[in-house]
């Protein structure tokens, strides 16, 4: 299937600090993006989505970046706090829904 | 709204034995309901996609004698994991659309260990 690579796999901040994961996509027909939270053991939460006819989405401290000429897509979240951390996942949806391999966020306190 | 209710949370069963995972669209219908396989501390990987009334689309590697799909009504689709064996230990979690909806909505999530 198509694949969707997701960097980095791990990242660490200090509390205060921004957080960026980035995305690529080889479907050129997907036309929708969502990220993922998904805390140990527990299912994914959906925190934030981007259609294919939008380039930028922001919700309080978290945003979508999507470039579909490069097919890659960002998740930016500003003053990152503890309970941030978390596996956060990219995805995208043309006849399927295909993730990234999540990236393992951790906030310092 | 949207929600989706999957059982049973978590199942060990021995190997040979089969086990069948249930997911259950709640305020909504389902036409749609993905299936997803995730190891430790790896990502969500596609074993197959079920339509209601119709069999279901595996994905490439995913056995479908082994992982039966039924998706016999706009609510209701079981994943029933056939002969298990202790390598099918895995987070299995469904998903689905509301139609008209962009959005995704999980189940909770099965873990299944075979000992």
């Known amino acids: 299937g198509e694949n969707v690579e997701q960097h980095p796999s791990t990242l660490s901040v200090q509390e205060g600090d921004s957080a960026v994961i980035k995305c690529t996509y080889s479907d050129s027909a997907s036309n929708y993006f969502p990220w993922y939270k998904q805390e140990l053991g527990k299912r994914p939460q959906l925190i934030i989505d981007?259609?294919?006819?939008?380039g930028e989405k922001k919700d309080q401290r978290i945003a979508v970046t999507l470039n579909k000429t490069a097919k890659h897509f960002s998740l930016h979240i500003t003053e990152t706090q503890p309970e941030d951390s978390a596996v956060y996942f990219c995805?995208?949806?043309?006849?399927?829904?295909?993730f990234g391999a999540g990236t393992r966020l951790t906030v310092k306190p | 709204g949207a929600v989706v209710s999957q059982h049973p949370s978590w199942v060990i069963c021995k190997s040979g034995t089969s086990v069948k995972i249930e997911c259950r669209s709640l305020d909504f219908q389902a036409t749609t309901m993905f299936w997803y396989r995730q190891f430790p501390k790896q990502s969500l990987m596609l074993m197959a996609t079920?339509?209601?009334?119709?069999?279901?689309?595996?994905e490439q590697g995913v056995e479908k004698d082994k992982f039966l799909i039924n998706h016999a009504s706009l609510t209701l689709s079981t994943l029933t994991v056939t002969s298990a064996h202790p390598e099918d230990s895995s987070f299995y979690i469904c998903s689905a659309r509301l139609q008209g909806y962009y959005g995704y909505t999980f189940g909770s999530g099965t873990r299944l260990t075979v000992v």
């Open positions: 995805a995208s949806k043309g006849n399927d829904m295909r």
């Open positions: 079920s339509n209601e009334g119709s069999k279901a689309t595996y």
């Open positions: 981007i259609r294919s006819n939008v």
